[in-house]
């Protein structure tokens, strides 16, 4: 019986052998790629005229396009899974994103499918409200081990909106920036939502020329949907105030100066902090984490900067007004510049320009530069 067994299994595992030598057999060693037709620009998105979709929010769950192939065949009886992808024209694919995924060879894509890849910080990173190219394909796949086969390449032209929260901020201490004063189209004075959940930050110079700073929150780039403070007497520096949804007076006024907001629109209140300084500490020379460095202001670029010398291996943050209420670090995970990151590392020794840039001109987010002198 034991002998029978073990020759049983022989047998079996020949077999086994057998079929999976007759299952490569099947696939044929000139397999037909899938290929792309041009797109149908059907949708209402697809302006005629520029030859570019304009995507909205507003219409984030409509059909934008539907990309069409004809099958790929391998020659084998398998499914084949077809995969949309879409990258920067002229990028050959290095940074690939995947819009849809699907056992057919038609994919319709909706025009949130077509604007997260494209807006999304982090991927193809293509400012909102600016036309750019983009190049898509379809990847055909069968199974795990076989090499993907590729469409050819059509070329679009994609308008995105944000997949961030903008909140605007018209008053009369715009004129320092480019854009102009009660402009609430004004793409300088914006405090972004990272996480588009309501909730909104940012820093402002509202110098104004040593005048208070009259200003209003917009939820749009016009005077639609503005907030206003519901008790002009509780807009303070250094304050949390309650906020109402109004076009109508009084303003926010605020003394001259520089200020960090958060703005929760859902709790309708607005929190600010008077920025007096930015200085550099850690453990460098002139500092060991008991000095700062203080940062000097150009009131022209909005950036904050300070020479320091570094020995390698020395770690540093930002802080305002001397504190740590309001610091900058480095967060590894996300790899941004964040209040709540750790301390940064200086690699080599030197005297460097340190820059601290807090305008999120065009998207959200901080940055720290090191310029070696």
Sequence with gaps: MKNLL?????????????CSDDAKIMISANPTAPALSTPTHLSPSYNTTSGVYVLSKDSASNIIETFKGSAANYGANATVTYTLQIDKAGNNFANAQSIIISTKDTLAI????????IASEGLLNSTPGTVAS???????????????????????????YPTYGLLYVPGDY???YAGGNWNPANPNTILYSSANNGKYEGFLDMSNGG???????????DWSLCWKPADIATSKPNSTFALIHTDGDPNISLPSGYYKFNVDLNA???????????????????SGWSNDVNMTFDATTKLWNATVTFAAGDKFKIRANGAW???????AASGKYTTSGGDISVTASGTYTVTLDVRQYGKPGYNIILTKQ
């Design 174 to 176: 715009q004129g320092t």
């Design 6 to 18: 073990i020759l049983l299994s022989f047998v079996v595992a020949i077999l086994l052998v057998a």
């Design 211 to 221: 005048a208070a700073a009259s200003f209003k929150f917009a939820e749009k780039p």
């Design 110 to 117: 909706t025009v949130a499918q077509l604007n997260t890849p």
């Design 268 to 286: 309708k209140t607005c929190t600010n902090v008077a920025i007096t300084k930015w200085g550099v500490i850690g453990s460098f020379a002139a």
């Design 325 to 331: 209420d309001v610091a900058f670090g480095y967060d």
């Design 134 to 160: 983009f190049d898509v394909r379809v990847m055909a796949t069968i199974g795990t081990d076989l090499q993907p086969l590729y469409s050819n390449v059509v070329t679009i032209k994609v308008n995105p």
